[in-house]
């Protein structure tokens, strides 16, 4: 597992969330420049997609699409394209670094006034957001830029060792 | 027969507005009224107004407002409530719309016969009305006497209109609910209207509470909570009133939570019962040897014997839908959704008693008969959709039938006295996860569908993606209730043409937070687009005719005495059509999609047709940006336009007559 933890990463998502994003706004350049446990990271050590020239999609950023389409899609819609009623992600995830990302998801975000009611709740309890928040980053990432298209990636990069074992530990089910 | 028509952008027609009728003989009393409406002496404790009281102020205004309810509510009140012959009587008024689904048989025919196929093309806009609510509205008005009452999506405002004076607002109801059950609703934050009874308005707001309002004054008779929000449990579907008792579900599929159904005392709103979907005998409200199904005693631990240790508590089965009674058989049924979590191999076993059609004694809450369509649901087939009650002819003979058309794109026809099973068909010829029911008593499958492994997301285990099943996780049909119209026989059928792939993995459960475990990618049917209207026969399974539409067909039909079968569509067009021929005869493009109910009434002798518009709910997931077919050549991806080219949110009311005074 190369020392790669999703229960500390998890750990570590919710302790940014805590703080106050003080960060540039913007995700900054996607460049990946280094690799751990199938995740892919920029120079900031943000999460960030890594698509091979045949379009292979990396693991981390193929398990985003996973998670993403299945809780986040029911508000904001498929392949994060928005809905009626929560924002086309394709946009907000340009304005947006990795730690407000996690502080949005963590702390969720409430517009409730007289022209709508706009609320998105606290993920931060909700392990399969939270065990799998970087991978869902790097997926919007992808498509923010419109690296990865829509639905689900036609290839991807092989399932790490020891993958299975960290999702069910960091989850806290039974394999 | 059959024929296609294919709905095209060509079919709007010319909207000149009728010039507005203006009515002013309520004003006085109205005005009076609004500045004192608890006038004294007389104000009861609970809420309402006293007889005498009652009695003064309707002798100002049985000309029109309330008539109708004067006639009504006291006699209620009369009887101590110990029955509701204000709602019988209202019901049974043609003019009225007094329950949700039109009558107990949720058969949404109305006998009003003004409009026919001869002069339903010359309907017109009369008047409209603004909820100032953006999301989705589902559901549909009451109309009672002069008042028309409806309620929005979140925050659940509910208005009484004046059907005398162009839908003046007599009063308003918003509650206050804490803006954190918003995102707990796990597909937008819509409401299928409110219920009346006993001179009360009946509304299950979102955050999962009960409220009885006066229907004179909008004043909170009672108010009971039901189940936490906060565990994911909210509220979205109508109540319907029965006696001196009203019934509401509970929606939360998507978040674990045991889905119940509540009988409550409509006199002070206190709960009856609750019956559970899923758990010990003493919850569900079973008798191991009384409560049947497929003409056999259920046993005892029907439903713990199905789930893998406690999963039950988390297990979903919850019933956000339609309620339909019948007062002969004293029998109230209503069905449950889906088993939680989305991940089937999660949860193995039946996972009794979700996905099921439950015939309940509405008095004691005891269970009759069951039947699960769906065992171990591996689709989001939630079998929440409405019962509708009809006396059909099978093989010769006259058979008190219940006809309901599930999510999992099968429609059955059972006994509704004994829950046996007389024919299932698909009623959308794309449904390739079942190759069908087994139909034979003496088999050990009987009553199962034949399930087709490569279409179902359990057989090979999870992270696996199963691709091309059909119909979608929206099913063949949603809550959009369907029609029957006894004069042709047929059932008009709103529909969703829909495929899906489904990779099901593991997700770990915490309360109030999505409890999902399927990633879904969603695309059109075989043929390239997404709605289906059709007249369909559920004993012969034949399409009588059908009418294709580019995205879901989301709106509830009505049918009527004039032969005219009337729905909305997702892009907003209001359309009125020849039930045999499935000609459209009349269509008018409303300011936003129609996910509501078409409903009718007859006022000052008059035959008016209602609906809401207001985009969202499922319909408005995806749609937003449209649907892409991964299966199709690169070239199609993102071929398919989305629905935001067409229209937008906003929630309002069109009421549609013929011209004239």
Known sequence: MKGYSRIALATIALAVAGATATFAAGPGDPKPVKETGGMWFDKDGAPTYNIAKDGTVDWGTFVGYLRYNSICLDCHGPDGSGSSYAPDLTQALQQLSYSQFIADVAGGIKSVNTAQDLVMPSFATNK??????????????????????????????????GFDEASYKCLGIPM | MKVRVQATMAEVPDASMAEPVKRFRLHDQLDIYRQNPNPKPGHSSKGGISMKSRGKWFAGAALGAFGCLLLAAPAARAQNST?????????????????PALNYGSTRYSTLNQITTDNASQIEPAWTFSTGVLRGHEGQPLVIGNVMYLVTPFPNTVFALDLSNDGRIMWQYTPTQNPDVIPVMCC???NRGVAYGDGKIVLHQADNTVVALDAQTGKVDWSTP??????????????????????????????????FLAALDMSDGHILWKAYSEGPDSQILFDPQTTMSLGKPVGADSSLKTWKGDEWKIGGGDTWGWLSYDPKLNLLYYGSGNPSTWNPNQRPGDNKWSMTIFARDPDTGMAKWVYQMTPHDQWDYDGVNEMILADLTINGQQVPALVHFDR????????RATGALLAVNKYDPAVNWTTGVDMNPSSPNYGRPTVVAQYAPGSHGVNVNYTGICPAALGSKDEQPASYDPQTGLFYVPTNHVCMDYEPYPVAYTAGQPYVGATLSMY??????????????????????????????????????GGVVFYGTLKGYFRAVDAKTGKILYSFKTPSGIIGNVMTYMHDGKQYVAVLSGVGGWAGIGLAAGLTDPHAGLGAVGGYAALKDYTTLGG???VFALPGS
């Open chain 2, 524 to 561: 059109p049917g075989p043929g390239g687009y997404m709605g289906r209207f059709i007249a369909f026969d559920p004993v012969t399974g034949k399409t009588a005719w059908q009418i294709d539409d580019q995205f879901s067909d989301w709106g509830g039909a009505l049918t009527t005495a």
């Open chain 2, 408 to 415: 999992n794109g099968l429609a059955y026809v059972l006994n």
């Open chain 1, 128 to 161: 399969n957001v939270m065990c799998f928040i970087s991978e869902i980053y790097s997926y919007l990432r992808a498509r923010s830029t419109g690296a990865l298209g829509r639905g689900r990636p036609a290839k991807n990069a092989p399932d790490p060792k």
């Open chain 2, 226 to 259: 039901l189940a936490s929000y906060k565990d994911g449990a909210t509220g979205t579907g109508a109540p319907l009133v029965i006696g001196n008792k009203v019934f509401v579900g509970v929606s939360g599929g998507e978040f674990g939570v045991q889905g």
């Open chain 2, 188 to 190: 937008d934050t819509v």
């Open chain 2, 83 to 99: 029955s509701s012959p204000a709602l019988e009587q209202a019901a049974a008024n043609p003019d009225n719309w007094a329950i």
């Open chain 2, 652 to 654: 309002q009311l069109t």
